[in-house]
């Protein structure tokens, strides 16, 4: 009788449990995230909210909103052979970076699922998503970098007090709690398994997730992986001097980019004396920083450069970029500050969340310090990261305990193939990173790109490899084509200007209204080319003949050195877009030299027209070409091509 009792009540309890399981998540489908953009509406993306519980010790109380999207597959088959991708940071969304996944070859085969992690994007309740550029008005200030690490702990606290207020609760914000909304999220959209991609910060994510939920994964990608976290921040300095000291010997080696940047890694270090000893300070635009100016000093400088070597596009800038900094070109310099303000695009409440609980408590300031000395030149190690420490000795206050390690003790057991990019240029995540995250694992292929920074999984060649490992994982990848490309080609020769960034600016953020006066003086020369060459009058006065003839010339000047300008930044950015942060190659030169004629021309035309008024017909006309004509100078002087 008691077994049956018993076997009474398991039956009662059973469905219960499985009933608050189901209900600990919900998932509710949504128009769009973009209802502004007209191309996304035209994908075949489902948009919703996963509800899960803040604190899953907790799975009937509070609960937060994970924003997804998933992108379907373009192929009919049957088999949505699903990824996931985890974004780095931490405190980086994924759903952002939704254009980059479009036509991303993975698509073909494969739904891509997009997210973002709690706490981050569009993710609900939002946390801080202004203190990054609460961050960049700090370090745009004249002070030292005593004085920024003080006025950083003191923002990142108002957010964390702010996060209080609204009653979150920060310590669920957390690795652990990020895989058990993946976990929730993948049987919320009825996948059996998936394809799990980790890039950067998110290979950590990744790792913890393989380890909690084995079951659920088909293969792993980890990108620029992080092999051990308790490392991040102690070997910094030497991840970063390691990477750039590839570059100089690179330079070196290269007879272009030596010749031109000889002593380069010499030009470095005398670069941030200089800049102890003087900063320098650049106007920049009011829209990214409210007090319109930016001041460099050496720890802006050093933080550039690091930045720089996540790309291989803007590795092959850095031999310039250190040479301008030498120089103290302010109109170069002054361009950058929008390039780089993107290095602060994170959510940081979330990422203190984040980092305060699992990475820098397994760190050590004496041992940063300790790594930083090694580096007697660069006079500490970037305080950019070692600032970290003070704010999360502050933001921990009150904590409970010291965060241990996760265990990823189960990584080991794994069978499910596994691909790991590394790159060479790499400052955050070495190379060396790859190789021992391999080792992790049973089934593993590791992927070194000879010339690539930080995540070069998102290059021409990456995004080939892992789709084909995604296809076929337990196959090899065929990295022929990174093995072959293994030189940088660093970029020489350039004609520095700073009209070139500001006209690209301006072709990119299109203003109509900006661009009506300029437009209509282009049409006006356009016509009078052709009213004064194809519609020729039998009789004229010599006055007219000869101002007509100045005022084809220069306008033909005009058109020339218009479209040659737009046609040489076309050019540029398709080989390599940030060289138009400082200018144009000097194969281009000769667009500046017409551009002189051309307001040369100008001002003989409209000195001509003064002198022979009395003897010009139609003086308004002519005078109506001739401001035209002088407008589109004063619009060429307005970006700085002048200068």
Known sequence: MKKIMSLFLLLLIVPNFAFAQTKAFTLEKVKTFFPEDQNLSKENIEWAFLTVPENWDKPTGKTVKIAVAVLKSISKSKDSNPVVYIDGGPGSGGIEGIWAWLD???????????????????????????LGKKFLEILA????????????????????????????????????????????????????????????????????YANDFPEDIKSLTLDSSISDISQYYNRNTENYMSSLKKVFSACKEDPNCNQQ??????????????????????????????????????????????????????????PLLITEFNKGNKSTLSSLVAAFSGA???????????????????????????????????????????????????????????????????????????????GAFDPITPALNGKITV??????????????GHTPGFSLVGVQIAEEFIKNPLQRPNTREFDTDNKVHFVT??????????????LN??????????????????????AYVLIRKREEKTADKILKSLIIITSLLGLFTLIGFVL????????????????????????????????????????????????????????????????????????????
């Open 104 to 130: 991303h070859p993975l698509r073909k085969n494969s739904d891509i699922v997009l997210f973002d992690v709690r706490g981050t994007g569009r993710s609900l309740p939002k946390f801080c998503p202004d």
């Open 141 to 208: 200030k004249n002070q030292s970098s005593t004085q920024d690490e003080q006025q950083k702990t003191i923002a990142s606290l108002e957010c964390k007090q702010d996060l209080l207020n609204r009653n979150i609760d920060i310590s669920a914000y957390n690795s652990s709690s990020i895989v058990k909304d993946l976990n929730a999220l993948k049987n919320a959209l009825k996948y059996d398994k998936w394809n799990v991609y980790g890039v950067s910060y998110g290979t950590y994510t990744a790792q913890v």
């Open 261 to 318: 940047y000889p002593n380069l890694q010499a030009a470095y270090y005398e670069t941030i004396e200089k800049l102890e000893k003087k900063p320098i300070t650049v106007k920049v635009d009011q829209r990214i920083i409210s007090s319109g100016t930016f001041t460099y000093n050496a720890e802006d400088f050093k933080i550039a450069i690091q930045q720089s070597l996540y790309q291989k596009r803007l590795i092959e800038v850095i």
């Open 344 to 422: 602060l695009g994170l959510d940081y409440g979330q990422y203190y969340c984040v980092s305060c609980n699992e990475a820098v408590p397994n760190n050590s300031i004496s041992e940063f310090n300790k790594n930083a000395r090694n580096y007697k030149e660069l006079k500490g190690g970037l305080s950019f990261y070692k600032s970290d420490f003070a704010v999360c000795d502050k933001w921990n206050l009150g904590a409970n305990k010291r965060p241990a390690l996760v265990n990823l003790s189960n990584l080991s057991k794994l069978t499910i193939p596994v691909l790991v990019f590394a």
């Open 439 to 452: 080792d992790r694992f049973k089934n593993a292929f590791l992927v070194n790109a000879p010339i690539s």
């Open 493 to 506: 020769n350039i004609k520095i200007s700073a009209g070139i960034s500001n006209f690209a600016n301006s």
């Open 509 to 530: 953020e299109f203003n109509l209204l900006f661009f009506a006066p300029f437009f209509t003086a282009l049409i006006i020369a356009l016509l009078s080319i052709f």
């Open 568 to 643: 040489a930044i076309n050019y540029t950015a398709e080989n390599n877009f940030y060289i138009l942060a400082f200018g144009i190659p000097d194969q281009f030169n000769y667009l500046f030299i017409i551009q002189w004629i051309f307001i040369v021309f100008t001002l003989i035309s409209i000195l001509y027209f003064i002198l022979k008024l009395k003897f010009i017909s139609n003086t308004g006309v002519m005078a109506t070409i001739l401001f035209s004509l002088l407008l589109v100078g004063i619009y060429f002087q307005y970006w700085g091509f002048l200068l």
